[in-house]
C-alpha cells in the first residue's frame, strides 16, 4: 500500500511540473475562463495549420480585401500569423486591412513589426506608415521607403540585360519609377501643408516636387503639386499652366470611359484619388477654369454623392459662371439677350439645386464646417433661397460617421 501511495504522489508532481509548460510563466496567474481561452486558441491554431497553408489563407484575404470584407480579412489574416508570426506578406496585409477600418494603432504595430523583420525589402510598410504620421516622422518613412525603392530598382537594373525592357506586367508587385514619384509627391505635400512654417519648406517643397517629375515626368500628382506651389507663391500663370496639364493627363480619358461606360482598368489606375481631385476643382476654380472644374465635379459626384464639399463647390462655381455672364454684359453696355436670360436662369438654379443638397447633406452628416455653412447659406439667400421639390433627406446609414473638418470639408474658399 505504501508504495501505491508514493506512486500516486510521484504522478501529481509530474502533471505539476507540466502545467505551466505553455509559452510563458504567465499561463498559471491566468483565471480558468482565460486558461480556456488559451488552449482553445492554441487548437485552433493547430487545426487552421493542418486544414489550411498560409497561402491559402492569404489568398482568402485577399479575395475578402477585394470584395472590401475587411473584417473578415482580418479573421483571415490573423488566422496566416497564427501560423506563421514572420509572414511579410501577411503583416503587410493585416496593416493594410487595419488602415482601412480606422484602427491606426494595429496599423502601426503591424507594419512596425513588418519594418523590423525586414528594415530593407519592402517600400509599402514605410509608405503607410509616412501615411498615418505626420510632420517630420511622415517625411523620416516616406524617405526611408524611397530609400529602399531605389535600391530595388537598381537591382532590377542591374538584373536586366543591357538593352532589354523590364515587362512591367510580368510581376506587378516589382517597384516602378512611378512608385517613386509618389513617393515623393507625398514628402513635397507634408512641406506644403503640415510643415509649411519651417524654415526653407518652400525650397523644400519644390525640390521633392521636382525630384517627383524627374523619376516620373506626366505624373499628374506631381504637375498638380507644382502648381499648388506656384499658386502659394503667387506665380498663378505658371500654376495654371501645370494644373492644366495635369488635368489634361487623365480627365478626357475619364470622359470618355464615362460616355461608353467602360471602366478599363487603365484609365481607372492614371485617375488620381478623390480627395486630390477635389483640390483640382478647388485649383481649377481659382483660376476661373470654370467648365473645366464642372466637368471634374460632375465625376467626383458620380463616383460618390455624398460628400457636402462636392456638392458645395458644384453650386459655387455655378454662382461664378453666372456672375462672370453678367459681368461681360455690363461691360460690354447692352441689352440682355434672351439666350442670355435662359443661360442665367439655367445657371442659377443649377447653383441653387446644388448648393440645397448641400445643405440638407451637411445636416444629415452632422459637419462642423461652419465657414462653409455660412457662405452656402449666403449664396442661397443671393440666388433666391432653397430649391423646393428637392429629395428628402434619406434615413442615416446604421454605421454612418459624422464628417469632421479633417475628413469632410476644408475650409470654404475664399470669395
Not at 375 to 382: A, R
Request: hydrophobic residues 30%.
Amino acid at each position: 500500500m505504501g508504495g501505491q501511495a508514493k506512486g500516486k504522489k510521484k504522478t501529481k508532481a509530474k502533471k505539476k511540473e507540466n502545467r505551466p509548460n505553455r509559452g510563458d510563466l504567465g499561463f498559471v496567474n491566468l483565471t480558468p475562463q482565460e486558461r480556456m481561452k488559451v488552449r482553445m486558441h492554441e487548437k485552433a491554431k493547430k487545426k487552421t495549420a493542418e486544414k489550411y497553408s498560409v497561402q491559402q489563407l492569404l489568398e482568402k484575404t485577399e479575395e475578402c480585401m477585394d470584395s472590401f470584407d475587411f473584417e473578415m480579412a482580418g479573421l483571415f489574416c490573423q488566422r496566416a500569423l497564427d501560423v506563421e508570426s514572420t509572414n511579410l506578406q501577411a503583416l503587410d496585409m493585416l496593416g493594410h486591412i487595419y488602415s482601412e477600418l480606422g484602427d491606426t494603432q494595429k496599423a502601426k504595430g503591424a507594419f512596425l513589426r513588418a519594418v523590423e523583420l525586414s528594415p530593407d525589402i519592402g517600400h509599402s510598410k514605410y509608405m503607410y506608415l509616412g501615411q498615418i504620421h505626420t510632420g517630420k516622422e511622415a517625411v523620416d518613412y516616406y524617405t526611408r521607403g524611397i530609400q529602399v525603392l531605389l535600391s530595388a530598382l537598381e537591382k532590377q537594373e542591374t538584373a536586366t540585360p543591357a538593352g532589354a525592357a523590364a515587362l512591367p506586367d510580368e510581376n506587378s508587385e516589382l517597384p516602378t519609377a512611378k512608385d517613386v514619384s509618389v513617393a515623393y509627391c507625398s514628402i513635397a505635400e507634408i512641406y506644403l501643408t503640415d510643415l509649411c512654417m519651417e524654415e526653407g519648406a518652400a525650397d523644400k517643397c519644390r525640390e521633392f516636387i521636382e525630384r517627383a517629375l524627374q523619376y516620373h515626368h506626366d505624373n499628374p500628382e506631381a504637375l498638380q503639386l507644382m502648381a499648388s506651389y506656384l499658386f502659394s507663391t503667387e506665380r498663378n500663370q505658371e500654376g495654371k499652366e501645370y494644373l492644366l496639364k495635369s488635368v489634361g493627363m487623365w480627365l478626357p480619358a475619364q470622359k470618355q470611359s464615362a460616355a461608353s461606360s467602360t471602366t478599363e482598368e487603365d484609365v481607372q489606375n492614371d485617375i488620381p484619388p478623390y480627395e486630390s481631385r477635389i483640390t483640382t476643382s478647388k485649383l481649377l476654380i481659382e483660376s476661373e477654369e470654370y467648365e473645366t472644374a464642372v466637368d471634374v465635379l460632375e465625376g467626383l459626384l458620380e463616383e460618390d454623392d455624398e460628400v457636402v464639399q462636392v456638392w458645395y463647390l458644384s453650386g459655387w462655381v455655378c454662382y461664378l459662371q453666372w456672375e462672370k455672364a453678367k459681368e461681360q454684359q455690363e461691360r460690354e453696355g447692352r441689352e440682355v439677350t434672351q439666350e442670355e436670360k435662359e443661360e442665367w436662369k439655367a445657371l442659377t438654379e443649377a447653383a441653387r439645386s446644388y448648393l440645397t443638397n448641400a445643405k440638407k447633406l451637411y445636416s444629415k452628416l452632422r459637419c462642423d464646417d461652419q465657414l462653409m455653412l455660412e457662405h452656402v447659406e449666403q449664396l442661397l439667400g443671393e440666388l433666391g433661397g432653397e430649391m423646393e421639390g428637392e429629395e428628402e433627406e434619406p434615413d442615416l446609414d446604421e454605421d454612418y460617421e459624422p464628417c469632421s473638418d479633417e475628413d469632410e470639408a476644408e475650409a470654404p474658399m475664399e470669395h
